[in-house]
Structure formats: structure tokens, C-alpha cells
């Protein structure tokens, strides 16, 4: 049976709506996943030993007043005393002018406050990694005649360079993708073929879901839960995916603490106490409300066995074990969904809304205001 350019169109908004609705899910998991995993502090505390080379280094920079205070007051349960913290005790961000503050005060362990003539004395006498009297004479052969000048250049490097590293963070976070994927695809047995194949036969069901799609974008509900803050503005990113968040710098505007930290209110106990709660709710809510939009597609399992003469067995968990053709078919969805759901919900929201707007003609055209 043949159909339509609008029945085709019906049943790829349907298929990424469907996507959508099970990212969302996904997202959740995996933004769950990188928190217990503390895959972000690991990350950072890996690359900034990469950057700083010499063990010794290290731990002066570690032993610095900004850095020990701002993990204290970010691990205000969990830091350590003393030393160079844990991967999993590490902070999850640095600012990046901290780092260069802590830096250049960890160059000579005799002068914390060095001047720029210090800081060149430093780097013909001190026993400094090639990178960091790389980067550092740079800095002075640009023209960096004073400290702030100096600072700001050693800050912007590391932005650069924790921008690179930041790779194979995203890296780790494409396989958690496709892992948390596939589980959900086999667990509520999201199965693209089987879903597009009832979508080609049963017309009413392509047009009730592709109206369902275009309430739901018209309607501009959030993508993902504002779990991590904007670095910049301190505001939250509604169509961020949060678990897709590289570790980077801290915030800024926020109020010093003793020992020359930077905090805010989400780094106090209570703060982070009444933050992780209020993640927490959001998440279970979207999940929900994702899991409930998705309730009219043809997903999920059965376990009553067929009876006789009962043709639709592809929900049929004891009918799929017995039927191999089945069973490959179902992997082969399986494995197309998964991939699916590791492009994100900002994804397919975008792409939906394109497709919303083939579907509708296109967008309307401004008014335009004769003056």
C-alpha cells in the first residue's frame, strides 16, 4: 500500500518524536550515571596533571591557598586535608584565572607572590616543565610586562588547552550514550523497525502521534532539566544536555571564602543539599512526563503467551525466544534505537521542529511594518 508525501512525513515525526520522548529518559540516566561516577572531577583532575607535567609541581600547586579552598568548599564533606586530591575527590571545576593565580604562585615555593621578574628568574633557574616555560615565555615575549597581563594569558591557555582535553571526556560520555541506550531500548522494548512498520500500516496511529509532536513543540516544553548552571551568566540552559558537560571553569561573581576559595550558595551543605534534591525531582518528573507522552507508541513487553492464531508477537517476550528471524529483527531495531538516543534530546528537538515545520508549510512569514 502506497502512501503519501504527508503520510512519510507523518511517520518520520512520529519516529523522532519517539526518539525524543526516550532521550529524555537517557538523559536523565546518564546525567545520574557521570554524577555517582564523579566522571566530570576525574576528568579535570587528569588533565590538569597533564598540563602540569612535574610531580613536584603538582603538589605545590594543589598545596596553593586557591585551589585547596575552592575544592575544600566544593568537596565540603570529602576533601582531603592534606596533599593532592583523589580523582574522585577533586572539584569539578577551576576557574581558569585561579588556576593561573595558583600557577604562577607555584613556581618558586619561596616567593607565593612573585613578580614578573621573579617569574622570569624562575624560569632560567627552576627545574619547570617544558610546556609550562613554553606557555610561560610566550607570555612575557608578547608583552606581558605586568602580573594581571601575565595572569590573564596563563588563563587563557588553559581555557584553550582544557577545551582539547575536554575530548575525550565527551568521548567516555558517547559510549555511557550508547550503553544507557541500549538498555532502555531492550527494557521497554523500543524497537524502530517494529515501530515504523505499524506506522506504515495504521494511518490513524501516524496521524494521532505527528498531532501529539507538534502539541508538544508548540506547547516549547524544556528539553533537559537545568541541572548544571550556565559558566557565565549563572543562569540554567533548558535545552543543554547536562550530562554532555565538559568539566571547565567555575562561575563567576561568587563571594570568597576563607583561604582565598571561590564559592556560592550551592557549594554550602545546605546549598548543595537542597541543589541535589531539587536535580533530583527534576529528573524523576522528567522521566515521567517523558515515559507518559510516550505511552501511545507500540513499545513495550507482554508476557502472556500467544494464543492461537495471534499474529502481533513482536511485544511478546516468550514468542520472541522461540522465533529466531524475530529476535534478529528485534536486535537490529534495538541497536538502531540506541544509536538514536546517543545523539541527545537537543537533537531531536531541533530536527522535529524542522520536520513540524515541512509538515505545516513552512514557518509564516513575518509581518512586515510599514514606516
Known sequence: MGLSFSGIIDIAISLIFMYLLISLVCTSLCESIATVLKLRSRSLSVGVAKILENQELINRFYANGVVKGAISASQWRNAPAEGVPTKYGHSSYMDSRSFAMALLGSLDPDNPLPAVADIQQSLNLADLPSGIKDVLSAALST??????ALRDEVASWFDNTMDRLSGEYKRQLKWISFSVGLFVAVLLNVDSVDVATRLWKDQALRQQLASAAESYVNNGKPITCPVEKDQKTGTSSAKQDAASTPPQQDTTGQAPAPGGAVV???TTPEGMGKQVAADLDCQLRAMNDALSAARPFPIGWTTAMPVDGDKDTSRNFPAILHDTPLMFS?????????VALSLGAPFWFDTLSKFMNVRGAGEKPKKVRIT
Open 143 to 148: 608583552g606581558a610586562n605586568d602580573i594581571t
Open 264 to 266: 556560592n550558595e550551592a
Open 330 to 338: 528485534k536486535i537490529v531495531g534495538w541497536l538502531f534505537t540506541a
